[in-house]
């Protein structure tokens, strides 16, 4: 595998940012395409574009699929559009995968395509996935903050108050298209649809309501998704095996 670390500007940010990406350069399986598929890899609240490469092992997971990784910078921002701040979404949904295909020649085709994230990431990755889903083939998100609403309406604390303001403006007021129930709602109705896998801790008592709660909503949409749960918290330990069950969901299997 081949990484990456590096600052680049984007014009929807409007400003320089950081951003990881490893590709599998060396991968020898006989089913090795070219160009090859790419996994965005989003991180959580208080992480950043290199959390994932040092904190895992996704790196040695993905060398196994000949699959590229791409990691973004987002900062606290929720991979929003912000109501007071950059176009977080619009980067990484949009800007992002386009230039990523220019400079490291990554598959176009959505069936290559696919998001993932962890906690905010998480959210991020269903947003990305259920507002474009022409783009992605599959989606996970593992211990996601899955219900933008009651985050905003019951964990705005001290330090995560102006976040939300910045995000959604002082009322808070969720606009539709940030909320992932919504999504769902529209993108059932068109095809096809990406595959979903959610993922949470037995014992990550903030969110695995959020992960049930949008596990039992999706039940009544024909949406292919599933729910994984074991014993676990909000750590490393069970992201890091929350991307295992991920890469076997989105390619059945080495």
Avoid at 72 to 81: C, I, K, N, T
Avoid at 160 to 173: I, N, V, Y
Wanted: glycine fraction near 8%.
């Amino acid at each position: 595998m081949a990484t990456f670390q590096g600052v680049f500007r984007s014009a929807a940010l409007g400003m320089d940012t950081h951003l990881s990406v490893v590709l599998p350069h060396d991968f020898e399986a006989p089913n090795l395409r070219e160009p090859c598929p790419v996994l965005y890899l989003l991180h959580g609240l208080s992480q950043g574009s290199d959390a994932w490469l040092r904190r895992s092992n996704v790196e040695r997971y993905c060398r196994e699929y000949g699959v590229a990784l791409v990691m973004p910078e987002v900062q606290r921002s929720f991979y929003l559009d912000l109501t007071y701040g950059p176009r977080y979404f619009t980067y990484v949904s949009g800007e992002l995968p386009e230039i990523c295909r220019r400079m490291f020649r990554l598959s176009p085709a959505r069936e290559d395509t696919f998001v993932a994230g962890l906690s905010m990431g998480g959210y991020g990755a269903l947003l990305c996935a259920l507002s474009r889903p022409e783009q992605y083939a599959a989606a996970a998100s593992f211990s996601g903050a899955l219900d933008i609403r009651d985050i905003a309406a019951n964990f705005t604390t001290d330090a995560t108050a102006s976040e939300m303001m910045a995000a959604f403006g002082p009322a808070l007021e969720v606009p539709p298209e940030a909320d992932l129930f919504h999504l769902a709602n529209l993108a059932a109705a068109r095809s096809p649809c990406p595959r979903l896998l959610l993922t949470c801790g037995e014992q990550d008592d903030l969110l695995i309501g959020m992960s049930r709660r949008l596990d039992a909503h999706l039940d009544s949409l024909p949406i292919e998704h599933r729910l994984a749960t074991w014993p676990g918290g909000h750590d490393w330990d069970f992201w890091d095996r929350s991307v295992v069950h991920a890469l076997e969901f989105f390619f059945g299997g080495k």
